[in-house]
């Protein structure tokens, strides 16, 4: 029985590069069959229809779809009445709790130097996403308010979320024979806790909480003993992770946080055409490149592929299916530091087209 | 009749870095003469006393100072009741609504390939900073929420402060003959409107319309029509400001993402131990360096002062003081240029000390 995935290439680059990532999940060597169904979202189709994500979209998404790729979306340039973004209503709606964003810098490029391989792992349901938006005028004008939720149930099951990724990261590397970029399996905590006392405060407390009774409660039956925790507040954390990428593992953070941490952290990896991402909750997983839509390439041929093509993998991988997703990433590993085939955002000049032959050809496809 | 300042190292390194710029300014050539009044804040006089921003400080600031120093605030490892942040009150007792956070790489040192000079305009008053922060016990644990305000009067006066300040480094450019880092004065408005369609749709289209109306109603009479205005989506931003830093002159944002971002543009420029800001308000300045407390190196002797001797001259500048605040900056510039004299945070081996008697040698002190 074929692997159902739903298909949201929505706006931009998206439609240029989703299509790339599911030909190469097709094609690759041990991969399970698949069923692509497209499936429409995005501002376009609202700015046609009224409607950002049909009902009907999430209906096949829920009842028939084993996972699913989102592409990327655009940004309105003004407020517009009754539009709300469709990437954040899928996660609410099909309960996408983790954003897990892996950035990982290419062994024998010049990012060597300064290493990266972490992983953000993004509360995915709520802080200000939770878009509980009021506006009313008062004597001095307008004033706007946004609510900002933390629960301590998201802040728990991101937090074991966090742990569980960097156990199955140790466990990858035992496998695989190669070094730990920290000495050990660790998850930073990153919160605003000095002023968010409150709401922040909430959410280190359940991350911590999650290690604290796992080893205690539990008598030692539990793992996540064996990881490492620090903390970093959110600016400081931007900081470091420009200043000394290598020292972090996991970063669990929430929501809006998390969003800036991993395109931060996609500079360090020399282009956010690189950064791959799902979407997971407990029984569905959705791939997504961490890039926009780019409305300034859209239409050229030109964008880059791997984010999306990467995400297709990372899909596979958090669905079971380790050693196609392992082919994938080495297969893109080598493309990158062959680096003769490149699109504009890394420097080179290759297209779209050409960045897929060379990974399906390393993929021996 | 002299200058009273108030000063208040407050936790850690601030009380290291803070007399030193105390002393710069008490020798700058042509400085005015000062008077410093030293003033009790901090987290470690909270867990003495139980008030981390005594009234009377307050008081002596409003009443009798000109100005004021704050060094660096320690941050709690666990809630602690009771306890605000010292610095956080001080912006929103004095007003202090505009943070203003230079951020500018030095000419003949290695940054120079990636120039940085830009100044983050962080408005300083609300957003989650006015930390109105509930909890309640629900049958599905804990749930905490914060209030994001964004205020139209608040949106505005932050607008016009970006503006002015674009406009007063056109003009200081054009003096000391330089050329821009941009071809020409900008404002880039950072925001999440995305997702936070009223709220940070209202900061948008207000900052925007400082300089629609500007240009429009008072017909021409305003200067802000000068400036070029742009946007950016804070995760977006945050990636640009690293790949493209010199496309950036001045960037307004509201209060966390300005946080966020200072610190992100701080590691361009070598180290956190550089960049100062003032908070200011229509009748007061006080600066401050970006860094923190510093736990980890306090009490060693080795906090890098230039942050705070940075600060004090931005002080000076905001005052209305600009030729000795020049001499500062230069000083500063021509040791951290000669790069012999650097501290642990710059990969040197000087001192705090060392430090100050080379900024004083290069001042002519
Ligand atoms: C498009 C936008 C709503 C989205 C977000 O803020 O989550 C994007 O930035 C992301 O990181 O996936
Ligand atoms: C110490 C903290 C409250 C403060 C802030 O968040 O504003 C600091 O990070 C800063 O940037 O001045």
Known sequence: KALKIGMMPADGIGREVLPVAQRVLSLTPGA??????????????????????????????????????????????????????????????????????????????????????????RENTECLYIKSET?????????????????????????????????A?????????TAAAVGQAKVTVCHKANVLSTTDGLFRESVRAVKE????????????????????????MV???????EVFDVVVAPNLYGDILSDAAA???????????????????????VHGSAPNIAGQGIANPIASIRSGALMLEYMGYTEPALKIYRAVDHVLREGNVLTPDLGGKATTDDVEKAVLLALGA
Chains 1, 2 share one sequence.
């Open 32 to 121: 399970p069959k698949f069923e692509f169904i497209p499936l429409p979202a995005g501002f376009e189709l609202f700015t046609k229809t009224g409607v950002a994500l049909p009902e009907e979209t999430i209906r096949c998404l829920k009842e028939e779809c084993d996972g699913a790729m989102f592409g990327s979306v655009s940004s309105p340039s003004h407020k517009v009445e009754g539009y709300s973004s469709p990437i954040v209503q899928l996660r609410k709606n099909l309960d996408l709790y983790a954003n897990i964003r892996p950035v990982v810098g290419v062994r024998g490029t010049r990012d060597e130097d300064k290493w990266v391989d972490t992983v953000i792992v």
């Open 135 to 167: 506006i009313e005028d008062t004597p001095n004008g307008k004033v706007a308010k946004a609510i900002r939720q933390i629960s301590e149930r998201a802040s728990t099951r991101i937090g074991k979320k966090a742990f569980d990724v960097a156990l």
């Open 267 to 289: 500079a360090l990896v020399g282009s956010l055409g690189l950064v791959s991402s799902v979407n997971a909750g407990d029984s569905f997983i959705m791939g997504e490149p």
């Open 169 to 177: 990261r140790q466990e990858m590397r035992s496998r695989l024979g």
């Open 239 to 245: 900081y470091r992770l420009f200043r000394e990428p």
């Open 213 to 236: 009774n796992d080893s205690i409660s539990k008598g030692g039956a539990g793992r996540y003993h064996e990881v490492e925790m620090d903390e970093q507040i959110v600016d400081s």
